[in-house]
């Protein structure tokens, strides 16, 4: 038969709590102390770190552990100067804080730079869009302007021009002013010689007399004319012999005669 194992504490976890025996609380002290003062040599030697430890036994027995083994003696003599060593580190420590606070200014300085021409660059290209923007203006009045000369131009040279006189240099857009021109006066020509037939061809009655022989401005909604026949001369003859020739055809004359008729 197999012999039973005893189970093993291991790596069991322990409560903290203080040891009522004395005699384990003394052993937990010794061992727990060596361990400490293990953990602290390591460290000093890891980082370079300036260490000092003091412990009390319950007896009131004090332990110690330094490294550098001459840092109780200064801090017993009073005198708290840094070793060389700390004062290396610490040196060492403030030239890498000012280097980063050194890059930390020139970034800062870099970035305000570039923030200015960033500002000038828009004022630049506000301005010259400002520039650019008048001077299209300028260019758009100097073309109207231009424009409105040679319109002008046109306008005294079509007073001057009959449409009987040589059009072959025209362009196209002087013949469209020219034609446009024709037209506005062939109405006012045609308007003109409406008035002229009802003056000349109605016996007895002139412009603006009513048959009661009042004004025209006394009665102008109501004007009666004599119903005898009224004889209306050939319209060529019209066209020849009581109007001046604008070098029309015969049918300019004719259209007259027409209008004259529907008036009557």
């Not at 300085?109 to 570039?114: F, P, R």
Request: glycine letters at 6%.
């Amino acid at each position: 038969m197999a012999a039973t194992r005893k189970p093993s504490m291991g790596r069991q976890k322990i409560e903290i709590k203080r040891i009522e025996k004395e005699d384990a609380r003394q052993v937990t002290f010794s061992k727990r102390r060596g361990g400490v003062f293990k953990k602290a040599h390591e460290l000093s030697t890891l980082c370079g770190a300036e260490i000092a430890i003091i412990v009390f036994s319950p007896a009131g027995k004090p332990f110690s552990f330094t490294h550098p083994h001459n840092i109780i003696d200064r801090y017993l003599s009073g005198n708290s100067h840094p070793t060389p060593l700390v004062t290396a580190h610490r040196e060492a420590k403030i030239r890498e804080l000012n280097r980063e606070y050194t890059k930390h200014l020139a970034g800062v300085h870099e970035l305000e730079q570039l923030s200015d021409a960033i500002d000038n660059l828009k004022s630049k290209v506000a301005d010259r869009a400002d520039e650019l923007e008048y001077t299209e203006a300028l260019g758009r009045l100097e073309a109207e302007k231009k424009r409105g000369a040679e319109l002008k131009k046109i306008m005294k040279e079509n007073k001057k021009q009959f449409w009987w006189d040589n059009i072959d240099d025209l362009g196209v857009h002087e013949l469209e002013q020219l034609s446009a021109a024709i037209e506005d006066l062939k109405i006012k020509v045609a308007d003109r010689a409406d008035e002229l037939l009802l003056t000349s061809y109605l016996p007895g009655k002139n412009p603006g007399t009513s048959s009661s022989g009042t004004s025209q401005s006394e009665n102008s909604s109501t004007i009666t004319f004599e119903t005898k026949p009224t004889i209306i001369p050939n319209h060529q003859q019209i066209h020849t012999s009581s109007l001046p020739q604008h070098g029309y055809g015969a049918d300019f004359g004719f259209v007259w005669t027409q209008r004259a008729l529907l008036s009557i």
